[in-house]
T-cell receptor, first 114, second 115 residues
Framework: DGGITQSPKYLFRKEGQNVTLSCEQNLNHDAMYWYRQDPGQGLRLIYYSQIVNDFQKGDIAEGYSVSREKKESFPLTVTSAQKNPTAFYLC?????????????FGDGTRLSIL | KNQVEQSPQSLIILEGKNCTLQCNYTVSPFSNLRWYKQDTGRGPVSLTIMTFSENTKSNGRYTATLDADTKQSSLHITASQLSDSASYICVVSDRTVSSTDKLIFGTGTRLQVFP
């Protein structure tokens, strides 16, 4: 089945530690996105990539980094510079020109601080 | 500031009943409006997408309406089922960013369906 796989489902981070969240898709989509979801707030865009080897900052990119070395993969690193990383992280993908096309989401990674 | 506001924040209904969720937005220029369903602990799943020229779109028991003049949308759920218990998120696309939709998400309506 085609879809988006995020791993791990739960992740714990110690103070001062970087952690990487995995996102893989087999939908052959060019565009991929990372969102953060906090209670009582709408999803907020962290980074997005429209094509391999290119990515753009979203609204809340500080403390995060990404790479897009392969079309299928868009990992997100939460660095120690992100002071409030506890949240539900969602990865999504869409065709390159996504107007009027849905973004397809993975089932998320819940990150907590130890 | 572009915003998407949803009401009610939460809703409880009995199985088999109908309900309507509301979405008001101030996003301009407007490209399209989307409704997503998000089960607890899962990612959102697309229900409908409507452009400004469409005023209604259905997906099974879900019917979305759009009034681009008043900037309002609603999601009507018919003959609710226990599996409809989820958060329903209204998302509006701002096309000021060329070729890539900038999506502005509402905070969602939490629907609980009881037997």
């Amino acid at each position: 089945d085609g879809g988006i796989t995020q791993s791990p489902k739960y992740l714990f981070r110690k103070e001062g530690q970087n952690v990487t969240l995995s996102c893989e898709q087999n939908l052959n989509h060019d565009a991929m996105y990372w969102y953060r979801q906090d209670p009582g707030q709408g999803l907020r865009l962290i980074y997005y990539s429209q094509i391999v080897n290119d990515f753009q900052k979203g609204d809340i990119a500080e403390g995060y980094s990404v790479s897009r070395e392969k079309k299928e993969s868009f990992p997100l690193t939460v660095t120690s510079a992100q002071k409030n990383p506890t949240a539900f992280y969602l990865c999504a993908s869409s065709i390159a020109d996504s107007s009027n096309q849905p973004q397809h989401f993975g089932d998320g990674t819940r990150l907590s601080i130890l | 500031k572009n915003q998407v506001e949803q009401s009610p924040q939460s809703l409880i209904i009995l199985e088999g009943k109908n309900c309507t969720l509301q979405c008001n937005y101030t996003v301009s220029p407007f490209s399209n409006l989307r409704w997503y369903k998000q089960d607890t602990g899962r990612g959102p799943v697309s229900l409908t997408i409507m452009t400004f020229s469409e005023n209604t779109k259905s997906n099974g028991r879900y019917t979305a309406t759009l009034d681009a003049d008043t900037k309002q949308s609603s999601l009507h759920i018919t003959a609710s089922q226990l599996s409809d218990s989820a958060s329903y998120i209204c998302v509006v696309s701002d096309r000021t960013v060329s070729s890539t939709d900038k999506l502005i998400f509402g905070t969602g309506t939490r629907l609980q369906v009881f037997p």
